[in-house]
């Protein structure tokens, strides 16, 4: 079983949707946890951080579960530039020892 | 704008050559990781450096080697380059302790070898 676990997709929805990603992780050590984007054939960019009582930033809202151990990424009224895979992330250990990285999930925006 | 540079962007080799892959970044971080991913995978963590002198394999075995003699310089070098090389070679730094404030990534060495 992987650590951090995601639905690959591709998850197809046309502009304006509201689309949602889950993350599953399996060691209960982790500490902190991300969201990277992941463009095609580009590097990872950090796109939000994690915090127990769930964050927004503009579009995007992430939340925590420590007690179901998931993660998930909430994307209001996608633009056909949100179009790209979405890494979840584990910190596990004090001071972000080992990182562990979701395959990624694949988002498709449509006009 | 980038502030952590990968060279070569793209680089296909022949089997049994050396190659070194090229990370530099201009953000003094202590901290570098190379990583490893194949299309549609996960990112897989192959070595680090926690500072000047300091080099750690990470959790992926592999074949190549890093230095760290510079703190902004974080080369990778395949010694004789073998077809189970092919990937591309991700190079991240961050600053603080470990990876809680995110990392910054390279835009990538993708490598062929033939």
């Known amino acids: 079983r992987k650590e951090v676990e995601q639905d690959p997709g591709p998850f197809n929805v046309p502009e304006g949707a509201t689309v949602a990603f889950n993350c599953t992780y399996s060691?209960?050590?982790?500490?902190?946890f991300f969201w990277y984007r992941q463009d095609c054939r580009k590097e990872p960019k950090l796109l939000m951080s994690?915090?127990?009582s769930g964050n927004e930033d503009g579009r995007f809202t992430a939340q925590l579960n420590r007690a179901s151990q998931y993660i998930s990424l909430l994307i209001r009224d996608s633009k056909l530039s949100d179009s790209a895979t979405y890494l979840c992330?584990?910190?596990?250990?004090?001071?972000?020892?080992?990182?562990?990285f979701g395959a990624g999930t694949r988002l498709f925006v449509k006009a | 704008e980038a502030d952590i540079y990968q060279t070569p962007r793209y680089l296909v080799i022949g089997t049994g050559k050396k190659i070194t892959l090229e990370c530099s970044q201009t953000?003094?971080?202590?901290?570098m990781y190379w990583y490893q991913q194949d299309p549609g995978m996960e990112l897989h963590l192959i070595h680090y450096?926690?500072?000047?002198?300091?080099?750690e394999k990470g959790d992926l075995s592999s074949e190549s080697t890093v230095s760290r003699i510079r703190t902004e310089h974080f080369p990778l070098t395949l010694e004789s380059a073998r077809p189970s090389h092919t990937s591309q070679y991700l190079c991240?730094?961050?600053?603080?302790?470990?990876?809680?404030?995110?990392?910054?990534f390279g835009s990538g060495t993708r490598l062929t070898v033939v």
């Open positions: 991240a730094s961050t600053r603080g302790t470990g990876g809680e404030y995110g990392y910054t």
């Open positions: 953000m003094g971080h202590d901290k």
């Open positions: 992330v584990a910190l596990q250990g004090t001071g972000g020892f080992k990182t562990i």
């Open positions: 450096s926690y500072g000047v002198n300091s080099t």
């Open positions: 060691n209960s050590a982790s500490q902190s």
């Open positions: 994690v915090y127990s």
